[in-house]
């Protein structure tokens, strides 16, 4: 399984952007997904995740409302809307598939990542 995550850059504060992570594999449909993001000289946090079927989303509580999560099976892609964007929503996002049967929030609930993707908020 190979993960490819895009669309990252730099936006202005208040702007938005959209993130891509295609997934390579016959099998993405049948995993649930996610998004998590590193700040300079932070630790990873979870962002939001979406089911299988893309039927249940969960978030971050601080970053509902601004940010969705959404995907597209037959195109094996998950994508990650930004808006309202901030300086401190500046990080690497990277997208990951999460274990069957595990949980949605914690990284080790997710077996591949992709390479992360720079988005830069300037204020």
């Known amino acids: 399984v190979q993960l490819q995550a895009s669309g990252g850059g730099l936006v202005q504060a208040g702007g938005s952007l959209r993130l891509s992570c295609a997934a390579s594999g016959r099998t993405f449909s049948n995993y649930a997904m996610g998004w998590f993001r590193q700040a300079p000289g932070k630790e990873r946090e979870f962002v939001a995740a979406i089911s299988w079927s893309g039927g249940s989303t969960y978030y971050t509580d601080s970053l509902k409302g601004r940010f969705t999560i959404s995907r597209d099976n037959a195109r094996n892609t998950v994508y990650l809307q930004m808006n309202s964007l901030k300086p401190e929503d500046t990080a690497v996002y990277y997208c990951?598939?999460?274990?069957?049967?595990?949980?949605?929030?914690?990284?080790?609930?997710?077996?591949?990542w992709g390479q992360g993707t720079l988005v830069t908020v300037s204020s």
């Open positions: 990951a598939r999460r274990k069957s049967g595990a949980g949605y929030r914690d990284g080790r609930d997710y077996d591949y």
